[in-house]
Every structure is written in structure tokens, then in C-alpha cells.
């Protein structure tokens, strides 16, 4: 029967038949010793509350709680992660597709490669669960770190839903400090910092694109899109885009976080080189020279893509100002 697995899974106003599409997903895993937690960050559509009722009557193997009051989705995982006792942890999205191998062949993979988090590739679908990206490993340009690699440390490894990491993880990532500003991000950290990471490069769910996403598969050009429409295409307004939500959202403020939880002298000293790296860019308005640094902290395998807009947009704003102005 295997070991029992924690499943946790944070919903607030989610769309109702996403919801019933992923928890079914989950309790019709091939590997059934799992534990589905469940915490509703009080959702304003108190029928999602009604059907996660439902599901633990009908399923010995769903707990759920009920929040009185919104905690935000950071603090609705920290609660999630205190609730869980087994030796397995994974995180689930309230709106993805698992499929039916998905917890089999985490746990496996993770055990065989001796490791303290695997995760895996994913296909992009849209509302209607049509596939329009096969692996969001390439789409995105998300590095496969097989062991250790501080690339773990400056970028998010490994979307939160295709995670699966150890009792051991979870331990050290509680209680969570104020920098905490992805969890996915952070327990990556902790298991590069343990016994490593394994990247498995099947497809394992369905990860859902949709305009209600929190962050969602959306790329340069969405965002900025978005950014535009609500701030405007000067020049200033990008370079406001770009320290706010590129450098400090996506870089910086997951540096920070990682430093709090450093406990190898080596990675602290290195992040902290990281962490000035950040901050020289957000003073730099038309071009900045520290192209080296650049290379030592972010370049990785299969990233070629990703690290041509990150150069353009770190190091050379006006030149990526006028590369996505339209």
C-alpha cells in the first residue's frame, strides 16, 4: 500500500466544477494511501465550503477545514503544512488536472534517486482542459536540476503542484518568516540544501491557465500587457514594472527569503553576493554593466530563451523598453 502521502490543497472563490475536476483527479490516484487536506481561506461563494463538506462525508481520506477569516494563500499553506504529519508532503492547486500516475510515480522517483524533492513536468491546459503547451518545463524555461544546484537558490524551481518533498522539508520551512513569498520557491531551497532535488520530465498534471490565476503560466508579454493597461507605456511606467514586479517580485524578494532560511555558510555568502547583484539593478535606468554577474547567478541549462529577455530587461532596460513597447 506504500507509505501515506499528505496532500494539501488551499481553495478561496475557486470556479466550482474545476474544483470537483481536481479533487476527483487527486482520490482516484493509482496510489490511494493519501491525505487529502483541504483549507478554505473563507471563500465569499459559500457553496464551495458546502461540496468540500460533501467530499469528506463521501471519503475517509479528506479532511477539511473551514477559515473564519481570509489568511491570504502564503499563510492558508503555512496552515496547511502544520496540519500535516506523514512523512510525504505535496502541494496541489484548487484548479489543475493530477493525472492518475501522478502521486506513484512522485513518491517513486523520490525515493529511488534519494532525494528531498522531485518534481515533475506539467502540460499546459486552458478553461475547457484542452492542451495548448505540452510541457510547461520548456514553455516557461524552468531548469532541471538533477542533485544540487544554486540556481535553486535565484530562481523558483519547480511549480509548487508538481512538487513532492520529505517530512524533513516541511520542517524546516516552518514557522514561516515575514520574507516568505512563495512556498514552492522556499521548499526547493531547503531540499537543494538537504539531499537535493530530482527533476522528472513526464508530464504528470494538467496545470490550468485561466484569467482568475494568482500567478498562473502567463509569460513577458501577458504581464506586461496587463501592466500597461493599468499603469501606461511610458518609459518611467516600465521602469516601475520592471523593479517592482520583475527584480523585486520574481528575483529579489525570493533571495531575501532564502537567506532567512540559509543555514550552510557557503549559500549565505552567496546569496548575499546575489542579493547586491538585485539592487544595483533596480538602480540602473538605461543600462547596466555588471553583465558578468549575470552569468554566475542565473545562467543554467535549457534556459537560453528565458536568459536573452532576463539580459535585455536587467541589463539593457531602454533597449527592452523599446523591444516590448507594442
Partial sequence: MGEKIDIILATYN???PYLKEQ???ILNQTYQNIHLIISDDNSPNKEIQEILKQYEKQDKRVTIYLQEENKGYIKNFEFLLKESEANYIMFADHDDIWYPQKVEKSIETLK???VDLAYCDAEQINEKGEIIHKSYLTYKNVPCIQGKDNLAISRCI???CSQIFTKKVKQRML???DQVMAHDWLSAFIANEENGIYCIKEPLLGYRLHNTNVFGGRNLSQNLANWKEEHGNTYSSYLKYRKESVINKAYLDGAKMCLQY???EEDKKWIKQLIKYYENLENSKYINIHLAKYFKFLKGK???KKMIK?????HFPIIAYLAFKY
Fill in 14 to 16: 475557486t470556479h466550482i
Fill in 23 to 25: 479533487i476527483d483527479s
Fill in 112 to 114: 529511488k534517486e534519494n
Fill in 158 to 160: 519547480g511549480i509548487g
Fill in 175 to 177: 514557522p514561516f518568516t
Fill in 262 to 264: 540559509a543555514k550552510i
Fill in 302 to 304: 535549457n534556459l537560453i
Fill in 310 to 314: 532576463e539580459i535585455l530587461i536587467f
